[in-house]
């Protein structure tokens, strides 16, 4: 069966500080996509990122990096300089394919304080 | 406009009432689906669609019914509402031509069953 881990309920950290979200997953395809999804006080979701299995290229977008490890079952973000609208709850989340339903993790609630 | 569009963005109702939330989308895809949220728990499947004549049960199908009245609209209805389905609801979208793309996701309904 698919599950998603965010063993991190919610952190706090100080405006300007980096932050890593970790997300661990199991599934027994060997073809899989992983996404981080954004939600903002507002409740909607934001897509932020997909990966599939093949590519373990780490990614950088501006302040935003991903960091995918098939070796440890592991997709963490990092929120680089962060800043007091990144405050939202993070979720991190598995589908087999692209567009399939997907398998979301319990979330990340980050504060950042000003 | 957005592209999936949930209605009522918001409902309260009490205990025993039937309730049906609705979803459309212009994207033109297939499969549609319906998941909630709840806080510590992300977000859940409840039911999905792969076309009007394809209905199928999510993780969390008991107590919820649905109906895939046409390509673009997908309805999901609590027959007799209970407390504890109070909760975020999400309609989202996807299409297998789409393979590249994640599903797409409406801003969600809030309802809460007092």
């Known amino acids: 069966a698919q599950k998603v881990t965010q063993a991190q309920t919610e952190i706090s950290v100080v405006e300007k500080e980096d932050v890593t979200l970790d997300c661990v997953y199991e599934t027994r395809d060997t073809t899989y996509y992983l996404f981080w999804y954004k939600q903002p006080p507002s409740g909607e979701l934001v897509f932020l990122i997909r990966r599939n299995s093949f590519d373990e290229q780490n990614e950088i977008s501006g302040r935003y990096s991903w960091n995918f490890q098939k070796s440890t079952s592991s997709f963490n973000f990092t929120i680089t300089a962060s800043q007091v609208v990144d405050s939202a709850v993070y979720f991190c989340?598995?589908?087999?394919?692209?567009?399939?339903?997907?398998?979301f993790g319990p979330g990340t609630s980050l504060s950042v304080i000003p | 406009d957005a592209d999936v569009t949930q209605t009522p963005r918001n409902r309260i109702t009490k205990t025993g009432k039937r309730i049906m939330l609705e979803c459309s989308q212009t994207k033109g895809h297939d499969r549609m689906y319906w998941y909630r949220q709840d806080p510590g728990l992300g977000l859940r499947l409840i039911y999905y669609?792969?076309?009007?004549?394809?209905?199928n049960k999510g993780e969390i199908s008991d107590g919820y019914s649905v109906s895939r009245q046409a390509q673009a609209k997908f309805s999901l209805s609590l027959e007799s509402a209970i407390p504890n389905q109070t909760a975020l609801y999400f309609c989202a979208t996807s299409d297998t031509g789409e393979w590249d793309q994640p599903q797409h996701f409406g801003d969600g309904t809030r309802l809460s069953i007092l």
């Open positions: 669609s792969f076309d009007v004549k394809d209905i």
């Open positions: 989340a598995l589908s087999e394919t692209s567009y399939d339903k997907v398998i």
